[in-house]
């Protein structure tokens, strides 16, 4: 079965990275684990808070490649010696991505009592006016002949 393309339409050229993120998300969201919030926080700020219970700031990653953020979790399996009648902690490892808008920063990631905080800042968009020149032709018509020569053609075969 072909995947329709949600961004097809020769009126939304340019849109091809958005057809990409929803790749990306869809892929990301069919797994659960970790279970993760997020928040706003102030105007300019969000939270993402994910549940790593059982993971040290050794076994956890946090980087963002190209416009997503990407949390890895692999804890490294101890010989510690205990024997286990039933393990409810999950202890696998996992990768996590959350795909960011175009200028949202990692601000800062602090992991609290089995939580892991990473908060982003999103900056204000500048109102931007731009106008743009709009350049003259030769008024009155169409036609407007360009003199032969070896260098120039004859507009009105063109037209």
Do not use: C, W
Request: without cysteine; hydrophobic residues 40%; charged residues 25%.
């Amino acid at each position: 079965m072909s995947r329709m393309q949600v961004f097809n339409s020769p009126l939304l050229l340019g849109f091809d990275q958005f057809e990409r993120a929803l790749d990306r998300i869809s892929k990301a969201s069919a797994d659960g684990y970790p279970p993760y919030n997020i928040e706003q926080i102030g105007e300019s700020g969000l939270r993402i808070t994910l549940a790593v219970a059982g993971f040290s700031l050794d076994d956890l990653v946090v980087s963002v490649e190209d416009n997503q953020l990407i949390v890895r979790g692999r804890q490294v399996e101890e010989q510690d010696g205990r024997i286990y009648l039933h393990r409810g902690i999950a202890a696998r490892q996992f990768q996590r991505s959350f795909v960011l808008a175009e200028g949202i920063e990692v601000f800062t990631a602090q992991l609290d009592n089995g939580l892991l905080h990473i908060d982003l800042t999103r900056p204000q968009p500048e109102n931007r006016v731009r106008t743009i020149k709009i350049e003259g032709g030769q008024a009155g018509s169409r036609k407007a002949s360009v003199k032969k020569d070896a260098k120039t053609l004859d507009m009105e075969s063109v037209l």
